[in-house]
C-alpha cells in the first residue's frame, strides 16, 4: 500500500489579548497534509482498510459541492489505487465548485442527485449497489470515530489539558474524542450547523454502551447555518490571522476559534485551564470566497 505522506501534527501555542492572554494550544491537524485536511483522514483511513481486506476496490461516499469529506475520498482512493464515487447533493450546477473540480481531477466519478433523493441513502445505495464500499456521509461510523479517537495520540501528553475543543459536523470527530478522553477533561464541541438537534445524540450513537459521556455542544456559533460567513466572520478570520498566524475556514475553524474567545469572555473557562483546540483544516473551502477577501 502506498501512503499519503503525511507530515507531522505540530501543537502551536497561541498567547494574545483577544483571548484575554489564556494559554491555548493548538493542535494543528491541517498541516498533516495539502489535500486530505486534518480529521478527515482520521475518518477515512479505517474504512479503506476495512475495505482493502473486504476486497472491494470502489469506495462510494456522499456530499455537498463544498465537501472536505468528498475531496479527501477522492484523493486518497487515488494514493491507494481504488476508485472513488462521489454521489453529490443537489442538481449539477453549470459549474463545478473547486472542490468538486478538484474531486473530478483525482479521478472520482460525481453523480448529482436531488435533495429529496439524497436523502434515501439506502435507495441510492441499493441503486447504485454494485461493488462499492459505502462510507456514510462525513465518515460517520464506528471506524470513522475510532480513526479519529488517533488524532489525541498526535499530540505529546494530551492528558495535560482540562478541556479540548473541536467544531462539529456529524459529530464523528467528538466522539472519536470522547472515547479516549481522561475523567478529569472536559471535550466541548461548537457546531457549523444551525439547530442540529439530533447532534448529540448521534455522538452517543458512536460510543460504545459503557461510554455513554454527555458531549458538551454548543449551538450558538453558526453564524447564520452551515457555511454562512456574514462580514463579522470575515473579519474575525483576518484578525486572527493577524494576531496569531492561524488561518481558518469559513465553515469550521473559525467559528471553532471565535467560540473559544466568546467561551473566555463569559468566563466560561478558569485562568488554570489547560485548553486545546482542535484544528481540522477545510481551508480549501476559502476558495469558493472572491480573491482578496483573506488576508491569508
Ligand atoms: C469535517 C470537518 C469537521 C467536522 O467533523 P465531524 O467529524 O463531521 O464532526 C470539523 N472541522 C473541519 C475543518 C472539517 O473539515
Known amino acids: 500500500m502506498t501512503s499519503l ?3 507531522e501534527v505540530i501543537t502551536s501555542s497561541i498567547h494574545s489579548n483577544i483571548f ?6 493548538v493542535l494543528r491537524t491541517d498541516l498533516i497534509h495539502p489535500v486530505v485536511s486534518g480529521n478527515k483522514w482520521y475518518k477515512l483511513k479505517l ?9 472491494k476496490n470502489t469506495i462510494a461516499t456522499f456530499g455537498g459541492a463544498y465537501s472536505n469529506h468528498i475531496l479527501a475520498t477522492a484523493f486518497a482512493c487515488k494514493v491507494f489505487g481504488m476508485d472513488s464515487v462521489g454521489i453529490i447533493r443537489g442538481e449539477k450546477p453549470a459549474q463545478l465548485s473547486h472542490t468538486l473540480q478538484a474531486a473530478q481531477q483525482y479521478g472520482m466519478l460525481l453523480h448529482f442527485v436531488s435533495r429529496y433523493v439524497y436523502d434515501d441513502k439506502e435507495g441510492l445505495k441499493k ?3 454494485s461493488d462499492c464500499f459505502w462510507v456514510n456521509e462525513g465518515g460517520f461510523s464506528e471506524l470513522g470515530m475510532l480513526g479519529a479517537a488517533d488524532i489525541l495520540k498526535e499530540c505529546d501528553n494530551p492528558e495535560k489539558y482540562s478541556h479540548i475543543v473541536c467544531s ?3 459529530g464523528t470527530m ?14 466541548i464541541g461548537i457546531s457549523a450547523l444551525k439547530s442540529h438537534t439530533g447532534l448529540e445524540s448521534d455522538v452517543l450513537k458512536l460510543l460504545p454502551s ?3 459521556k454527555q458531549p458538551v455542544i454548543f449551538h450558538n456559533y453558526h453564524f447564520g447555518g452551515y457555511a454562512k460567513h456574514p462580514p463579522e466572520l470575515i473579519n474575525w478570520m483576518n484578525l486572527l490571522w ?3 498566524q492561524i488561518p481558518t475556514d469559513i465553515v469550521y475553524s473559525s467559528k471553532l476559534f471565535f467560540a473559544v474567545k466568546d467561551l473566555i469572555e463569559q468566563q466560561y473557562f478558569k485562568p488554570n485551564d489547560k485548553i486545546l483546540i482542535i484544528h481540522c483544516g477545510g481551508l480549501q473551502g476559502n476558495l469558493s470566497l472572491p480573491a482578496n477577501t483573506l488576508n491569508f
Do not use: P, S
Not at 467528538?174 to 471535550?187: C, D, F, P, T, W
Open 5 to 7: 505522506d503525511l507530515q
Open 20 to 25: 484575554q492572554n489564556y494559554d491555548i494550544d
Open 47 to 55: 474504512h479503506i482498510e476495512e475495505a482493502k481486506k473486504m476486497g
Open 127 to 129: 441503486y447504485f449497489n
Open 168 to 170: 462539529c459536523g456529524t
Open 174 to 187: 467528538i466522539a472519536g474524542l470522547l472515547h479516549v478522553a481522561k475523567e478529569h477533561q472536559q471535550v
Open 210 to 212: 459503557h461510554q455513554q
Open 242 to 244: 493577524q494576531e496569531v
